[in-house]
């Protein structure tokens, strides 16, 4: 396989001579923001970060997806924060897709460049630098960690796509494999971020219906998307957003691979009647009452 390419925001506004009409959709169900929905006009600031801008892509909302956000980030050489993350109860993950990145966290400096992949527990004190000559992007997906009890949250892990082997799904002949950068086995983390890739031609087989939220950001190819009772096309630099028992299924188009970077809620039971909030203060089991 080549070397993987990291697809990023389109950016810049289309000439005035452009229809208007693209792919964007927002559905009971799901979402697609296509590449050409992230322009200049659309970028979001955040308190305490210098030389940064970012696209938001997903959000809780309520009746909708409700357990992560999702943002696409770039940062200005010698910008970002010594404070990035306000709410002590969340937990990050970082995928990288291009320049150099200097986080420190717990008194070590790990640098990341394109396709490095860190995952943050809540409450840890990080700092996030962008290095070198030219901006740093990257992934930042937000969940906050839901307790749960006899389990506390996981340390830190640093992995990479290169490094990191994918494993093919089952009977598929190898043309589906997953990346999985933190372990699927280990139930102290309640959320998951891989990279999916299908070999041209490779399929989801079947409507995948789960419980699961999902967001996936297409980072290299294209395919034609079954979201709920409609087939989309995407490509590199897409955005789908998916609640809860969504319906799912694709096609990979080729000539190349398709690949995405997949977020998902996992390893916890379905809260009851409210919030979170009643399960308790983070790493401590809820209370009956």
């Known amino acids: 396989m080549s070397e993987p390419s990291y697809a990023f925001a389109a ?11 693209g ?10 923001l296509p590449r050409g929905t992230q322009t200049a006009i659309v970028t979001s600031r955040l308190p305490g970060w210098q030389g940064t801008r970012l696209w938001v892509l997903a959000r809780p909302l309520s009746g909708f997806a409700e357990t992560f956000a999702h943002y696409l980030m770039e940062v ?33 400096a790990h640098h990341l460049g394109a396709g490095d992949f860190a995952w943050l527990p809540p409450g840890a004190a990080w700092q996030l630098a962008a290095e070198g ?4 992007r990257f992934h930042w997906i937000r969940k906050r960690w839901q307790p749960a009890a006899g389990l506390a949250p996981p340390g830190p892990v640093f992995a990479s796509d290169a490094g990191t082997p994918p494993e093919p799904m089952p009977d598929c002949g190898g043309v589906w494999a997953t990346t999985r950068f933190t372990d699927p086995e280990d139930l102290r983390h309640d959320m998951a971020v891989t990279v999916v890739t299908f070999a041209p031609g490779g399929t989801i087989p079947f409507e995948e219906t789960h419980v699961m939220e999902h967001g996936l950001y297409v980072l290299e190819g294209k395919a034609v998307y079954k979201l709920n009772r409609d087939w989309v096309e995407v490509e590199a630099g897409d955005y789908m957003w998916l609640r809860a028992f969504c319906p799912q299924a694709c096609y990979a188009g080729g000539p190349g691979p398709f690949r995405y970077l997949l977020y998902k809620d996992v390893n916890r039971h379905m809260p009851l009647g409210g919030h979170l909030g009643h399960l308790g203060h983070l790493g401590q089991p809820g209370s009956a009452g």
């Open 11 to 21: 950016d810049g506004l289309p000439p005035q001579s452009r229809l208007m009409t």
């Open 23 to 32: 792919r964007a959709v927002f559905t009971e169900a799901y979402a697609v």
């Open 76 to 108: 200005a050489p010698g910008g970002g924060s010594s404070a990035p993350e306000p709410d002590p109860a969340a937990q990050a993950a970082l995928f990288v897709t291009a320049g150099r990145l200097r986080l420190d966290l717990a008194g070590a």
């Open 133 to 136: 000559d030219t901006p740093a």
